[in-house]
């Protein structure tokens, strides 16, 4: 209780991944002790939401059932921008308003298009076959690839993708891209006034991604998870553990439908092109990702996200040494986690003395 009669203002992050944004946010709010923030294991949340002002959901899935019980709840909101794992609708329906933090503003999306790059050059110099090489004391070997002179296509012209045309520009490359709309009606019109999208060589809609796939030698998901490109299912995996955590509500993929980037797309790439996803593992379908790499046709897969996370360390797709694997790290960076903590921080504050909301982007 704050000394003038009023109660604290109570933050919940939920469960134990992405530790940095409780931290970080903890940290922006040391100084104000009328703002609370905790966060708790998967398994206490649906009997404790109920006491909390504000919920972070970083990886839970955040479904009716537990909204139902969030009592008090003004606002749910994602340290960064997927909001897959809530249902908006039992949000709306219970008044309460969800949002996302704009990747823009805070550096998440230039964080993400950075790591784009760096898992392309980690497939085209063979990273995995490099550590083989100083483990067996081998110099000279294995022979890589350059990114200079690859035609990259950006699957899904939004934040990310416009920060990732921007730093490929500088290694050469020629930058393919769709979204659905462009500034200009005429997604091949060149345009005129020095906007992002003068970064991009050859523009087209989603029309066109199998043509496109065709010629580049590199392609790069950027795309939006939704009901247009929803590759996957949220349904709990048929196992023992996920049986026992059932209650929690975690997020669990499994193959249920084709996604954007299935059978018919990899099969019109190149032979040997590669295929890097930052944005959700949902996009891809794992059976022909899979094929893919099997038959040879694909010649590397670069992910920051996964069908299933955390991802099982002994899934048979890790078994391939043109797969590289990061643990849903893009975006977390100190430049954007801190910039992240502050839209938190300053929400919470806002939201205890009564004041709109800014920093943030609603869904509903």
């Not at 839970?60 to 249902?87: C, F, H, P, T, W």
């Not at 949002?99 to 950075?114: D, L, M, Q, Y």
């Not at 060589?201 to 496109?212: A, L, P, Q």
Request: aromatic share 8%; with cysteine.
């Amino acid at each position: 209780m704050c000394d003038n009669g009023k109660a604290n203002t109570h933050v919940l992050f939920c469960g134990p991944h992405f530790p940095a944004s409780h931290n970080y946010t903890k940290e922006y709010l040391h100084n104000y002790l009328f703002i609370q923030v905790d966060h708790l294991p998967f398994e206490s949340i649906p009997d404790l939401i109920g006491n909390y002002d504000i919920c972070v959901v970083n990886s839970m899935r955040l479904n009716s059932d537990v909204i139902a019980r969030a009592s008090r709840m003004k606002l749910i909101m994602q340290y960064g921008v997927g909001l897959e794992g809530v249902d908006i609708t039992a949000a709306t329906n219970h008044g309460i308003k969800v949002a996302r933090i704009p990747g823009k503003v805070t550096g998440n999306a230039a964080s993400c298009a950075e790591m784009a790059i760096y898992i392309m050059l980690g497939l085209l110099r063979k990273q995995d076959e490099m550590q083989c090489s100083v483990r067996l004391k081998k110099l000279g070997d294995p022979v890589g690839d350059t990114l200079f002179g690859k035609t990259v296509f950006i699957l899904g012209y939004g934040n990310i993708g416009i920060e990732l045309a921007k730093r490929l520009r500088p290694f050469g490359v020629k930058i393919l891209a769709t979204k659905r709309n462009w500034a200009s009606n005429d997604p091949k019109a060149t345009l005129e006034n020095g906007t992002h999208e003068d970064s991009v060589d050859e523009k087209g809609s989603h029309e066109d991604i199998y043509e496109f796939a065709k010629k580049s030698d590199i392609v790069v998901c950027c795309l939006t998870m939704n009901s247009q490109t929803l590759g996957m299912a949220m349904k709990p995996k048929p196992d023992g553990y996920t049986r026992n955590m059932k209650h929690l509500g975690r997020v669990y993929l499994i193959p249920t439908q084709v996604g954007t980037v299935n059978e018919n797309f990899i099969s019109s790439m190149r032979k040997g092109g590669l295929l890097v996803n930052i944005a959700r593992g949902g996009l891809l379908d794992y059976k022909a990702v899979y094929e893919g790499l099997e038959s040879g046709h694909l010649g590397g897969v670069g992910m920051d996200v996964a069908w299933m996370e955390p991802f099982d360390p002994n899934d048979p797709i890790l078994k391939f040494p043109n797969v590289l694997l990061t643990p849903h790290v893009a975006g977390v960076t100190e430049s954007s986690y801190r910039s992240m903590a502050k839209v938190v921080g300053d929400v919470a504050l806002q939201l205890h003395s009564g004041k709109p909301l800014t920093g943030i982007e609603y869904a509903n």
